[in-house]
């Protein structure tokens, strides 16, 4: 079966942190981008990071730059996203979702759009309190 599974939200201080995990069954991350995406009540979804399993390439929204980390362990097929110092309005829904890659040849932007996403993991909530 071809699936994502996400964990590691839950309920943090403003300023505390949490690392999210993406692990895949079923296909290994070599051939697609793995971006992580949230959504707070009431906003739009947006992209927060993005790294390429082809490559490595990574991106980061600029208001997580420098406090966010994201990163692949291929031996456990899995992409964390550590999330430090973190402020009330990032509590949102977050959610992992992948992208197959192969047919671009290395030739294409990051981040990419969520509605190119082949496979999407169940969102996990973070709530950051004040």
């Known amino acids: 079966e071809v699936q994502l599974q996400a964990s590691g939200g839950g309920l943090v201080q403003a300023g505390g942190s949490l690392r999210l995990s993406c692990t895949a069954s079923g296909f290994t991350f070599d051939d697609y981008a793995i971006s992580w995406f949230r959504q707070a009540p009431g906003k739009e979804r947006e992209v927060v990071s993005s790294?390429?399993?082809?490559?490595?390439?990574?991106w980061y929204a600029n208001s997580v730059k420098g406090r966010f980390t994201i990163s692949i362990d291929n031996a456990k097929n899995t992409v964390y996203l550590q999330m430090n110092n973190l402020k009330p309005e990032e509590t949102a829904d977050y959610y992992c979702a992948a992208e197959n890659v192969k047919t671009y040849e290395g030739n294409y932007y990051l981040p990419r759009n969520w509605y190119g996403m082949d496979y999407w993991g169940k969102g996990t909530l973070v709530t950051v309190s004040s």
């Open positions: 790294i390429s399993g082809e490559d490595g390439r990574i």
